[in-house]
């Protein structure tokens, strides 16, 4: 599997230029936005996560990679494996870079608050990913974008009603503190869902 990390560590040395462009559009984003900057450096850390990894079964399609891994003394769990390990690299050093830009800019001022929203885009960043990886599997990077759009427009119009209505404003503070303790729990069981899902797509895979 250190083989198959490489390989994805060398696509990113290749991308080294769009991701800093990407990153200094943001850090101008966060400048002029004085107090956004947290909402900026937030949307930083989820958005490159995703383009990274994403972009990276893209690279492998276009370059016939499944045909060439499949035929390596490597089992299927250990390719889909590198993925989601690959997943929780990028989540932590994007979170570790998301947080030097927001104590550059916001100082140790709101050290927790800030600590928590970072914490919380990293599970966001896996969460989403964690959804999006078993249909690219399945269905490839292109269709996969299109069923993640529509998912991503059709969940909130169904559950903004309903949150609406449960008056989530109503709960005590002891009922938030649980459900914030218990969200870390639901980011990885989401997480070992989709990397077991992925497997067994990928094991039934022909190509």
């Known amino acids: 599997m250190k083989g ?3 390989k994805d560590f060398l696509y990113l040395k290749q991308q080294g230029r769009a991701l800093l462009v990407l990153l200094i559009f943001f850090v101008a984003f966060a400048v002029m936005s004085k107090g956004g900057a947290m909402t900026a450096i937030s949307g930083l850390a989820v958005a490159v996560t995703l383009v990274v990894v994403i ?3 893209a690279f492998d399609e276009g370059s016939k990679w499944d045909i060439y891994a499949f035929s390596l003394p490597v089992r299927k769990k250990q390719i889909v494996l590198e993925k989601y ?3 929780i690299f990028m989540t932590a050093a994007v979170t570790l870079i998301s947080g030097i830009f927001a104590f550059a800019f916001q100082g140790m001022e ?3 608050e800030t600590l928590l929203t970072l914490a919380a ?3 966001i960043g896996i969460t989403i ?3 999006i990886l078993p249909f690219v599997y399945r269905f490839g990077v292109q269709k996969a974008w299109l069923i993640c759009l529509i998912i991503g427009i059709a969940v909130p119009m169904i559950f903004t009603p309903l949150i609406r209505q449960a008056h989530l404003n109503t709960l005590g503070e002891e009922a938030i503190t649980r459900i914030s ?3 870390p729990f639901i980011v990885a069981l989401i997480f070992i869902g989709s990397y077991l899902i ?4 990928v094991e039934n895979k022909e190509l």
Do not use: D, H, Q
Request: net charge positive; proline share 0%; charged share 5%.
């Open 129 to 131: 990913c964690s959804v």
């Open 110 to 112: 709101n050290f927790s």
């Open 198 to 201: 992925s497997c067994r797509i």
């Open 121 to 123: 885009c990293a599970g």
């Open 85 to 87: 390990v690959f997943l």
């Open 55 to 57: 972009n990276t079964f």
């Open 181 to 183: 303790w218990s969200l």
């Open 4 to 6: 198959l990390l490489i």
